[in-house]
């Protein structure tokens, strides 16, 4: 994302310098850069959303706060003859 930025400045400089016909190609690559580091950007955040819910769920198993569901998922299943005395 860094070196993208970067870029896309280098690219604008080019463009204001420039009053050529090569000043809207210098353009369009600038957009085209901005619009892949945004995208970028938006894959990361929705990446580290994933990582932060399930930081939160490890701490709260961490802290003692029991899950049902992990609970009921850990216990053995039985038939009801098992569980049921004759």
């Known amino acids: 994302m860094a070196d993208t930025c970067g870029q896309i400045e280098a690219i604008l400089e080019l463009a204001v310098e420039d009053q050529s016909e090569k000043r809207a190609a210098y353009i369009r690559i600038a957009l085209n850069l901005s619009a892949r580091g945004t995208k ?8 580290w959303r994933v990582l932060v819910e399930e ?22 299943a039985h038939s009801a003859s098992e569980i049921i005395p004759k």
């Open 40 to 47: 970028a950007i938006k894959m990361f955040l929705s990446e």
């Open 55 to 76: 930081s939160k769920r490890e701490r709260t198993h961490a802290i003692g706060e029991p899950d049902i569901a992990l609970i009921l998922n850990s216990m053995p």
